[in-house]
């Protein structure tokens, strides 16, 4: 039995490991249209993990009002952009270093046994490279990708966003809420990402769990 329960767990890994790698591979194309595109969003990764960049203020929406600048260390009321990015709760605020990981963490992240946050980090500006990516939207697909964001965040009985408090924050700009689903090892924080880009009708992923094959798509 020992033995069977190991292969099994083998193939189960090979299996997945061939899905993330091929399937990410495959790319769902941009959407046509003839409409102006005039929104500009980026999308950002610190090598692991992918966060949706789009306008503070705009015609779609307000961010402020939802997640407001009083929430991170030192607001900065004259920030353009808001990073949105999605994941396991343990993870953002039990694992500051890779090397501070515990199996616990990891464990309840993998098998959906954890809950989730959205953490929304100000920036004035963004310069892009490598690691961060302008992409272009029309006002509609705009529209799109807010509410693909503003349904991941839980909200309270009148509506707001859940403030987490937490003493982890990675900077002074940087918040996290309450959200939505269980990160797993098919739902990670990438998919969220590539999901985002699917939703604005953007290049995407057919399905990844990896950062490096969206941007791969830009």
């Known amino acids: 039995m020992t033995l069977r329960t190991l292969l099994c767990f083998i193939g189960f890994i090979a ?3 061939i899905a993330a790698f091929g399937l990410s591979a495959i790319s769902t194309p941009a959407e046509n249209t003839s409409d102006t595109k005039n929104v500009d969003i980026y999308i950002l990764t610190n090598g692991v993990h992918t966060d949706v960049v789009v306008p503070v203020e705009s015609d779609a929406a307000d961010w402020s009002k939802k997640v407001e ?5 030192k607001p900065d009321t004259t920030a353009r952009l808001v990073a949105f990015g999605w994941g396991d709760k343990g993870f953002y605020l039990n694992t500051p270093t890779w090397a501070q990981l515990k199996f616990s963490v990891a464990f309840k ?3 959906g046994l ?3 946050a959205i953490h929304a980090t100000f920036y004035n500006n963004l ?5 961060c990516k302008k992409i272009t939207l029309t006002k509609e697909q705009h529209k799109r990708l807010v509410a693909y964001i503003s349904q991941s965040f839980k909200t309270d009985s009148a509506g707001n966003y859940i403030d987490i408090k937490t003493t982890a924050n990675y900077g002074d ?3 996290f809420y309450e959200a939505h689903r269980r990160y797993n090892l098919f739902y990670t924080c990438n ?8 939703a604005c009708g953007q290049k995407a992923c057919l399905w990844t769990p990896m ?3 969206i941007f791969k798509k830009y």
């Open 191 to 198: 998919t969220w990402a590539n999901n985002a880009l699917k």
């Open 69 to 73: 600048f009083k929430n991170v260390r």
């Open 109 to 111: 992240a993998a098998t």
């Open 15 to 17: 299996l997945y490991l």
């Open 211 to 213: 950062d490096k094959p």
């Open 127 to 131: 310069t892009e490279d490598a690691s």
């Open 114 to 116: 954890s809950t989730s």
């Open 173 to 175: 700009t940087d918040a």
